[in-house]
């Protein structure tokens, strides 16, 4: 498989680092706006790398690179921005595609907190029939979140349950970076994103609604010595994408960000710094939530400053196969220390690269098939968690009494 990779910030170089170990891999070109950065990205990953710059909002680019370097897949390790021109190359280059994050939501005019918009995806399933009908497969929201947390709905959906009442995606960790007041491990930019646009949860007898950002908190009990984090609701893709494929009767998505981050994030929205419209500073005009990401850390460069866990995971409640109550919750747990060790990418970044590298290794097998523009529960879960506990980093389940996982 040769692969055109878009993106050598942390997320991409833990995936060249990742996929350069795994045979099917046979070529991985590594492309960002800055050359020098693709550089240090693809020696870090070894010789079946090459590095070139690349526009991403350019989509016609992106076209004639994938001919030219004779890609099989794009994978798009870029901030959410910059899907549409990706997606649409890959589509006009007659290449698969997978992603991380997805098109771009906007509020509802009106009713940004009860009614949903422009939603995340809308615009790439919009051209789902074109995909399909060419052959082609573009795998959306193939991350850790979403992407691993879709995936565990998917084995719950077919293993655990014979119903299902609630599937909610939780993710928490704690994580501490030494030296910084304030350091996101994953990008600013995104988290920003997710954060302070509405969030979106789905019902049956409802649909798609929104709330007010940081709303419904609940405590949440995470494994692996963690223990009680708050959460809140934040707009993010498995909402989107779960109820598309998996029966339930509802679906939400909570992070443990903590009450000084939430903070941060309100006063970047009352001072306007999170606003992506650029504002004329003297001479030049700039994006505000471009000044935020450059006076930030590089998220990619603070592993040795990190310590703890990250866990992601997909908390679900209904009947099981054995009609009784049930309520699990299984998850994906990295240790700073062992990606590090491992792979030499914090825990963030390679939770979410690895998770890309095991999809396509099914869809180079065959395992994983299919057209058009498909989320992973659209494949079989068994599959991908077999070999992620091959890449050395398994996955667990909680087999919890019902409301164990909540706390008043």
């Known amino acids: 498989m040769r692969v055109l990779l878009v993106g050598a910030g942390g997320v991409g170089t833990a995936f060249a680092r990742t996929a350069v170990r795994r045979e099917v891999f046979e070529h991985i070109v590594v492309a960002d706006h800055s050359l020098d950065r693709a550089r240090r990205a693809a020696q870090a990953a070894g010789d079946r790398c090459d590095a070139v710059a690349l526009d991403a909002s350019d989509e016609?680019?992106?076209?004639?690179?994938?001919?030219?370097?004779?890609?099989?897949?794009?994978?798009?390790?870029?901030?959410?921005?910059?899907?549409?021109?990706?997606?649409?190359?890959?589509?006009?280059?007659?290449?698969?595609?997978?992603?991380?994050?997805?098109s771009l939501s906007q509020p509802h005019p009106e009713q940004p907190y009860s009614e949903t918009g422009v939603k995340l995806g809308d615009e790439q399933f919009a051209l789902a029939t074109t995909w399909e009908a060419r052959g082609q497969l573009a795998l959306v929201g193939m991350g850790v979140e979403p992407g691993l947390s879709d995936v565990f709905a998917r084995h719950a959906a077919d293993s655990l349950f014979s119903s299902i009442d609630e599937i909610g995606v939780r993710d928490g960790g704690n994580l501490v970076v030494e030296g910084y007041e304030f350091a996101p491990t994953f990008s600013i930019w995104t988290t920003i994103e997710e954060?302070?646009?509405?969030?979106?949860?789905?019902?049956?007898?409802?649909?798609?609604?929104?709330?007010?950002?940081?709303?419904e908190l609940e405590v949440f009990e995470f494994p692996a010595g963690i223990g009680a984090v708050e959460c809140v609701n934040v707009e993010h893709e498995e909402?989107?994408?779960?109820?598309?494929?998996?029966?339930?009767?509802?679906?939400?998505?909570?992070?443990?960000l903590g009450e000084e981050f939430i903070w941060v994030l309100k006063t970047l929205h009352?001072?306007?710094?999170?606003?992506?419209?650029?504002?004329?500073?003297?001479?030049?005009?700039?994006?505000?939530?471009d000044v935020v990401g450059a006076c930030l850390p590089d998220p990619a460069e603070l592993g040795d400053r990190m310590h703890g866990v990250t866990c992601a995971g997909t908390w679900v409640t209904g009947t099981g196969k054995d009609g009784n109550p049930r309520e699990v919750y299984l998850h994906h747990v990295v240790d700073n220390a062992w990606s590090m060790a491992e792979f030499g990418s914090q825990a963030v970044v390679w939770q979410t690269a690895v998770n890309p590298v095991v999809a396509l290794e099914l869809v180079a097998s065959g395992a994983w098939s299919g057209a058009g523009v498909l989320g992973p529960e659209a494949f079989p879960a068994d599959p991908f968690l077999d070999l992620l506990s091959d890449h050395g980093s398994p996955w667990g389940l909680d087999d919890r009494g019902p409301g164990r996982a909540l706390k008043p």
Do not use: Q
């Open 60 to 102: 016609n680019a992106v076209e004639a690179l994938l001919r030219a370097e004779r890609c099989d897949v794009l994978v798009n390790a870029v901030d959410p921005r910059f899907v549409m021109p990706l997606f649409n190359g890959a589509l006009h280059a007659g290449v698969n595609y997978l992603d991380m994050a997805m």
């Open 239 to 256: 909402v989107m994408l779960v109820p598309r494929w998996v029966d339930a009767n509802r679906v939400t998505f909570k992070y443990g």
């Open 270 to 289: 009352k001072l306007g710094l999170d606003s992506t419209t650029p504002v004329r500073v003297g001479e030049i005009e700039v994006s505000p939530r």
């Open 195 to 215: 954060c302070l646009n509405p969030p979106v949860s789905w019902e049956r007898d409802r649909g798609w609604f929104t709330t007010v950002p940081f709303s």
